[in-house]
């Protein structure tokens, strides 16, 4: 049984495979297996995952035609045999002692999830960056081994929902049955949310080790307005699940927070797309807020002022849109055509004929 086992999914990613692959292939851990699924990539993506098999007995090429990240991860975890899984994006790498890191950390306290920090690469200025909110450092419990039930209010808020920065025991999620959501986008929100909240025991590395790559046009992000509501799914999903599993009510400001902190972003990101942008917006004020429990501007439930305010204006354009709507299908109209007198009640259209003088 190898020690880890790293599961990539691979899709039109020819420009940064190689770097993502050499950083895992010459990690100072050598006990692991690669497991590369390429998912119908239509660039020379997989043949380098070939060229790597080639030269790398640890590696296997697994392949289905596209259906996302999210399917490209569940047919790996399919074949994972490692003690622990590593879960890494085909555009993103490590730094190459990572993985012997979170693994000493994870078997010497017994961890169902391992997690550490990272950084931002820019792909554009080829700058590395480090920004202090992707890991909230000052609401992470002090003690070296905690689960949820020690900071209920923060537990989906402090770590992202990346899978890439974390290692997950491989009994722990085979037991719980935990699956990525076969989604186009935010297809790792599920599993993730789902790990931490199941985990008794979670550690913390504070060393980054982990590199996200971005402005590019390959990652998730660079293509939101191709599936705006996908992120909204991840969440409906999730808080079924917590409903289901009785944890909904202990962690739902994590849960309202974290889901009103991605409405807004993925509105922000969607702004030079007014399409996309409208048809979230409409989505949301709808059915969208009412699906993920943020049903009114509660401020008491809010971490920042400034999103509870954003959220109000929101909230204040759905009751404006309801207004309207209200309006137009409760007033009665009239008006004319040739032949008859069309008078409107309650959205029905109802013609009376004309008498002939």
């Known amino acids: 049984m190898p020690k880890v086992s790293v599961i990539i999914p691979v899709y039109n990613v020819e420009l940064y495979l190689r770097q993502c692959l050499d950083s895992v292939i010459n990690q100072t851990l050598q006990d692991i297996e690669i497991i590369l699924v390429d998912d119908g990539s239509t660039d020379s993506s997989l043949s380098i995952c070939n060229e790597y098999a080639n030269r790398d007995e640890r590696i296997t090429v697994l392949q289905q035609r596209n259906k996302g990240a999210g399917a490209a991860r569940n047919k790996g975890l399919k074949i994972a045999k490692g003690e622990?899984?590593?879960?890494?994006?085909?555009?993103?790498?490590?730094?190459?002692?990572?993985?012997?890191k979170l693994y000493d950390k994870a078997t010497k306290n017994n961890a169902d999830i391992t997690i550490c920090d990272i950084y931002h690469y820019d792909n554009l200025t080829k700058e590395i960056k480090y920004f202090d909110w992707i890991i909230q450092k000052s609401k992470i419990p002090q003690n070296l081994i905690f689960n949820y039930k020690d900071f209920p209010d923060y537990i989906f808020n402090c770590f992202q929902n990346w899978a890439w920065n974390k290692l997950f025991k491989s009994d722990f999620i085979k037991l719980n049955n935990i699956k990525f959501q076969e989604i186009k986008r935010t297809n790792d929100l599920?599993?993730?949310c789902c790990a931490l909240v199941l985990a008794?025991?979670?550690?913390?590395?504070?060393?980054?080790?982990?590199?996200?790559?971005?402005?590019?046009?390959?990652?998730?992000?660079?293509t939101n307005y191709m599936a705006p509501k996908d992120f909204a799914k991840a969440f409906i999903k999730l808080k079924k699940f917590l409903e289901k599993k009785n944890i909904y009510k202990e962690v739902k400001r994590s849960y309202i927070n974290w889901a009103i902190?991605?409405?807004?972003?993925?509105l922000h990101t969607l702004e030079k797309y007014p399409k996309a942008y409208t048809k979230?917006?409409?989505?949301?004020?709808?059915?969208?807020?009412?699906?993920?429990?943020?049903?009114?501007?509660n401020k008491?439930?809010?971490?920042?002022?400034?999103?509870?305010?954003?959220?109000?204006?929101?909230?204040?354009?759905?009751?404006?849109?309801?207004?309207?709507?209200?309006?137009?299908f409760f007033s009665i109209k009239n008006s004319w055509d040739r032949r008859h007198k069309i008078i409107t009640v309650l959205g029905i259209r109802i013609k009376i004929r004309r008498k002939e003088r």
């Not at 025991?201 to 996200?212: F, H, N």
């Open 300 to 328: 008491n439930l809010f971490y920042s002022e400034y999103e509870y305010n954003e959220f109000k204006r929101l909230y204040d354009l759905k009751n404006i849109h309801y207004k309207n709507k209200f309006e137009k």
């Open 261 to 266: 902190c991605s409405c807004l972003y993925n």
């Open 280 to 297: 979230l917006l409409n989505y949301l004020i709808d059915s969208g807020f009412y699906e993920m429990d943020i049903s009114e501007p």
């Open 190 to 192: 599920y599993f993730t």
């Open 84 to 100: 622990y899984l590593s879960i890494l994006d085909s555009d993103d790498y490590f730094e190459l002692d990572m993985l012997q």
């Open 200 to 222: 008794n025991k979670i550690t913390y590395l504070d060393e980054k080790l982990a590199y996200y790559r971005f402005n590019t046009t390959s990652n998730c992000q660079s």
